[in-house]
């Protein structure tokens, strides 16, 4: 059986933002235009091959409003946002833990791991945050380095810089500023 999801655009100060939303205007699949390949495969790998259909649409649903309010200013519109995200019991408990991570604040993985109850299995934290299909809405951007320092992030790190710094987050930064 084939599912259908909604896919719009946002426009964001770091390229557009593409959003899949479900019949219920649950969050489905969130990544940036540049790496639709990417969410295609992450799509393919949750719900199966071909089993998701995305139909482009308009923006107006309730996840792309919140996600402008977010974009504009108000980093907590996205708090509300509805999601469904496929994925093993592990890396929904992790993706869900993102979520408790205050805007504006940041947490290492060590810390995100002992949040779970699971202080040993950092590397499996690292890899379901590297595997977050609604990113920006759980907000993988928010985990850092142990030392405070950027880590790697799967929409570049020019956006995982703009995204802590328009939320207001303090963190050690060497990288080029492109924005």
Same mark, same amino acid.
């Given at each position: 059986m084939t599912e259908t999801?909604?896919? =719009?655009?946002?426009a964001?100060? !770091?390229g557009p933002m593409l959003i899949a939303v479900d019949d219920q205007a649950r969050l489905r699949a969130l990544d940036w235009e540049d790496y639709a390949e990417r969410m295609a495969q992450l799509l393919d790998r /949750? /719900? %199966?091959? @071909?089993a998701v259909r995305l139909k482009e649409g308009a923006a107006g649903n309730v996840v792309s409003e919140r996600l402008e *309010? /977010? !974009? *504009? %200013? @108000?980093i907590r519109a996205i708090d509300g946002i509805v999601t469904e995200a496929a994925g093993t019991p592990f890396q929904r408990q !992790?993706? =869900?833990?993102l979520r408790e991570i205050p805007p504006g604040q940041t947490w290492s993985y060590g810390r995100l791991a002992a949040h779970i109850g699971r202080p040993t299995a950092v590397r499996a934290v690292g890899l379901a945050n590297g595997s977050n299909p609604i990113g920006v809405v759980a907000p993988c951007h928010r985990v850092i380095g142990a030392n405070g320092a950027l880590t790697g992030y799967a929409g570049g790190l020019q956006r995982k810089r703009w995204l802590l710094t328009h939320e207001g987050a303090v963190f050690k930064d060497s990288g080029p500023r492109l924005i």
């Open positions: 999801f909604q896919l =719009s655009r946002i964001t100060p !770091v /949750y /719900y %199966g091959p @071909d *309010a /977010y !974009v *504009a %200013g @108000d !992790v993706w =869900s833990a």
